[in-house]
C-alpha cells in the first residue's frame, strides 16, 4: 500500500497575489482597464463593452467612467449611450516630454541668475488651479524656511508666483482658476486687495514684488516667462530673507537681471520650438 501523500501545497503563489494586491491600489488599475478599452478601431464604446472589455462588473465600469468624466480624461457622445477618450489622454505624456525638456532649458539660466544676485530662484508653470515648481536653485546651502522643492504645487491665486502668471492670462482663464481654488486647503495670508487689482498691477508693470503669503519672513519678487505672443509658459520667482533685503533692494539688486532671465527663456523656449506648457 502506497504511502500518503502528506505533503501540504505550497501556498506561496496565493501568498504573492495577495501581497502584491496590499501593495498596489486596485481601484487605480481598474481606471486604467477602462481606458485601455478604447481602441483606435473602437475609439467609442458602451457602458456594457467597456466592461466586458475592461473585465470589470457594470457597476464599478460605471463609477469609472464617472469619475475619468469628471477628470476630463473620458467624454460622453451627445444623444447616445457612448463614450470615448479625449485629447487629455495625450497631455499625460506630453506634459512629462514638455517639462523635462522645460527644465533643460530653465536650470543653467536659474543658475547664472542665482550667481549674480545670491539668492534663491525658482520657476514654475500653471498646472490646472496651481502652480507646479519645475526647477529651483539655491544660492549656497541657505535655507529660507519653506519647504518648496521640484514638484511641489500650491495654488497659482495665493502665491506671487502664481499672480505673475495669471495676469497675463485670459479673464475668463483667470476666472476659472480662482472659482477652484475656493475649494483648496491650502493655508496662507489673504490678500490685501482684491486679486483682479494685484493681477492689473503686475501687467502694468510687468512683475511684482511682495512678502509671501504663506511663508514668514521672505519677500518675492516674481517675473511672468511669456512666449512670441505674450502667453505666459511660466513665471521665475526670486526668494530673499526680509529681515536683510527690502522691497527696494531686492528690487535694486534682483529686478533687471530676473527680467533679463525671463526674456532669454522665452527666447530658449521659441528657438527650441518647445511646445506650450500651459494646460
Sequence with gaps: MAPRNTTKSEPTNSADEDKSQRSTVQSLAKGFRVLEAFTAEKDELTLSQI??????DPGTTYRMLNTLVDLGY????PESKRFSLTLKILNLGFHAIAHTDLRSLVRPVLKGLVSEIS???SFAVLQGAD???LERVRAGITRLGVDIRIGTTVPACQTAIGQSILAFLPEHEVERIEALSLSTSFKSKALSRPLSEVLEKIRTDGYIITDSLFAEGLRI???PVLDIDGYPVGAIS???PAVRCTTEELERRALTVTLTAAKNIGRALLASGSVNSSP
Excluded at 466592461?51 to 470589470?56: G, Q, R, S
Excluded at 473620458?74 to 457622445?77: E, G, H, T
Design 51 to 56: 466592461a466586458a472589455k475592461a473585465d470589470l
Design 74 to 77: 473620458v467624454s460622453r457622445i
Design 119 to 121: 539668492e534663491a530662484a
Design 131 to 133: 502652480v507646479l515648481y
Design 221 to 223: 519678487l516674481a517675473v
Design 238 to 240: 526670486i526668494a530673499a
